[in-house]
């Protein structure tokens, strides 16, 4: 299994126990496919440079993972369909 770094932005507004909901549901989708969690840090709520679905503000959240690379699109899919995510980046670790 390769190791990936997703980088996603969280809505702003959300409280924290809903940002934590969130990050857990992240973290399950990619068990749910046979990977493995390396590390979770929430970087912190951040101004980013255009706006994001009206939001100029967001909560970056960073998750190194190890997976079978042939899972990966339906990690970049589960990303892309929570309504709470903003925008998320799939990279080589």
Same mark, same amino acid.
Do not use: C
């Given at each position: 299994?390769?190791?990936?770094?997703? #980088?996603?932005?969280? !809505?702003?507004? /959300?409280?924290?126990?809903?940002?934590? *909901?969130?990050?857990? %549901?992240?973290?399950?989708? +990619?068990?749910?496919?046979?990977?493995?969690?390396?590390?979770?840090?929430?970087?912190?709520?951040?101004?980013?440079?255009?706006? #994001?679905?009206?939001? !100029?503000?967001? /909560?970056?959240?960073?998750?190194?993972? *190890?997976?079978?690379? %042939?899972?990966?699109?339906? +990690?970049?899919?589960?990303?892309?369909?929570?309504?709470?995510?903003?925008?998320?980046?799939?990279?080589?670790?």
């Amino acid at each position: 299994m390769k190791s990936y770094d997703l #980088v996603y932005i969280v !809505r702003p507004d /959300l409280e924290a126990d809903a940002v934590k *909901a969130v990050t857990d %549901r992240m973290g399950q989708r +990619i068990t749910d496919q046979g990977g493995t969690i390396e590390a979770v840090d929430v970087w912190g709520k951040k101004r980013m440079t255009f706006s #994001v679905k009206k939001y !100029r503000e967001g /909560l970056f959240v960073h998750t190194r993972f *190890a997976i079978d690379p %042939r899972k990966l699109e339906e +990690i970049r899919r589960a990303a892309a369909l929570t309504e709470d995510v903003l925008r998320a980046t799939i990279t080589n670790a």
